[in-house]
């Protein structure tokens, strides 16, 4: 059996925007932008590493609404799964704590005006399918 591990990403909407993170690490990656998270540890369930990295990375706290279909891969043996997201009233406000250097909330005309991950695109475009109905 080949080792599959889960790295959970939040689309986290509010106000009719989407949440993008840019990254600071690793070189390969830092600059470009995705839906902040993390991998899933082991006994952990997706739901609960979702609202811990979002504690850690971002220090909001967070409650996952409702998985994204689909799966899509990332360097092996990492695959993304998304889950829409809202941050719990009176949390205050995201802030690049770790892993991040910038955050931007991009309204429905903006989502493709950072520079995503390419291995993002796929689940950015079904998480921009939200916005209408998300959260408010
Ligand atoms: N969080 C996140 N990681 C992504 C996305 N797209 C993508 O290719 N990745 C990659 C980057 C990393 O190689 C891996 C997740 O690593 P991470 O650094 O965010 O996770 P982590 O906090 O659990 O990592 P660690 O520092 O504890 O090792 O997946 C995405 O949209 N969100």
């Given at each position: 059996?080949?080792e599959r591990?889960?790295?959970?990403g939040?689309?986290?909407?509010?106000?009719?925007?989407?949440?993008?993170?840019?990254?600071?690490?690793?070189p390969?990656?830092?600059g470009r932008?995705?839906?902040?998270?993390g991998?899933?540890e082991?006994?952990e369930t997706?739901?609960?590493a979702l609202v811990?990295e979002?504690r850690?990375?971002?220090?909001?706290?967070t409650?996952p609404?409702?998985?994204?279909?689909?799966?899509?891969p990332?360097?092996p043996?990492?695959v993304?799964?998304?889950?829409?997201?809202?941050?719990?009233?009176g949390?205050?406000d995201p802030k690049?704590?770790?892993d991040?250097?910038?955050?931007?909330?991009?309204?429905?005309g903006?989502?493709?005006?950072v520079?995503w991950l390419?291995?993002?695109?796929p689940?950015?475009r079904?998480?921009?399918?939200?916005?209408?109905t998300?959260?408010r």
């Amino acid at each position: 059996m080949t080792e599959r591990i889960v790295v959970v990403g939040a689309a986290l909407l509010d106000g009719g925007r989407l949440l993008a993170a840019r990254r600071s690490a690793p070189p390969e990656l830092a600059g470009r932008w995705e839906l902040p998270g993390g991998k899933v540890e082991a006994g952990e369930t997706p739901e609960a590493a979702l609202v811990r990295e979002l504690r850690e990375e971002l220090g909001i706290e967070t409650e996952p609404v409702e998985r994204i279909p689909g799966e899509w891969p990332l360097k092996p043996p990492y695959v993304l799964q998304v889950w829409t997201a809202r941050i719990h009233s009176g949390s205050g406000d995201p802030k690049p704590l770790q892993d991040h250097d910038e955050l931007r909330w991009l309204a429905p005309g903006e989502i493709w005006d950072v520079p995503w991950l390419d291995q993002d695109v796929p689940a950015v475009r079904e998480a921009a399918t939200r916005l209408d109905t998300g959260p408010r």
